[in-house]
């Protein structure tokens, strides 16, 4: 019987560990997906926000917006 409880909990810690890996690979896939798509979307959009911010241009902006993007996704 000790045996048995021995094995289990060995066998649990390493179906942690690789549950744990997968989990942090798609969260890591998820956030990289999610940062490219803003990040094309960003240099779209900011030709249509020359208002917004006068004397910079549209490189500027969009360092800017990335800038924000990268800020709020990765220091979460």
């Excluded at 779209?44 to 241009?57: K, V």
Aim: proline share 1%; net charge positive.
């Amino acid at each position: 019987m000790t045996t048995i409880a021995q094995t289990w909990g060995y066998t649990c810690r390493i179906c942690d560990k690789i549950t744990s890996f997968i989990g942090g690979f798609f969260t890591s896939f998820h956030n990289a997906i999610m940062v490219s798509r803003q990040i094309e979307t960003n240099t779209r959009l900011a030709r249509l926000m020359r208002h917004e911010f006068p004397g910079l241009s549209d490189e500027q902006i969009v360092n800017e917006l990335n800038y924000k993007t990268l800020r709020r996704v990765y220091d979460e």
